[in-house]
């Protein structure tokens, strides 16, 4: 799980059943105004790589290692705009693509209406950045065949 407020919990759900608040196995923090995380898992085999995306509100795409509890990737926000005004950041939903056993390209789509595309092994600003519409993007799918998104 993790909270609004950054703090990352595993827990074991396999224990038996209790009235006993479940204690986390594990807990570190990745940044405040969280609101959305997904692990990463490798399509062939089905496991976890052991590494979580985070993002939200003013908190721009971010991954992590469970295992050493450190940053491996943070995104850098696009560059200003026209008029030379910061970009406010809104990350409302992301998806991993492609199928390998560690995360490459994830897109991920904003509360101001954008599609990102980043390839975390190429650079940390995204390497596509689309707008999509006049309304908020809150969720999206990657559909199998990695190329197609469903916003």
Not at 49 to 68: F, R, Y
Not at 114 to 136: L, M, N, W
Request: charged share 20%; hydrophobic share 35%.
């Amino acid at each position: 799980t993790c909270t609004n407020a950054g703090a990352v919990h595993t827990v074991d759900l396999l224990t038996e059943p209790s009235d006993d608040p479940i204690t986390p196995t594990l807990q570190f923090y990745v940044g405040s105004d969280v609101s959305r995380m997904r692990v990463h898992q490798d399509s062939t085999t089905g496991s976890s790589s052991g590494i979580i995306a985070v993002g939200g509100k003013e908190h721009d795409l971010q991954l992590w290692s469970v295992e050493t509890r450190q940053s491996v990737f943070e995104a850098k926000n696009v560059r200003p705009d026209k008029l030379r005004l910061r970009v406010p950041i809104w990350i409302t939903d992301f998806d991993f693509m492609g199928s390998t056993p560690e995360p490459r390209q994830i897109v991920t789509a904003t509360g101001h209406h954008q599609v990102r595309i980043y390839d975390i092994k190429a650079q940390k600003r995204p390497v596509a950045d689309f707008t999509v519409g006049e309304h908020p993007i809150m969720s999206l799918a990657v559909l199998p065949d990695s190329k197609s998104v469903i916003i």
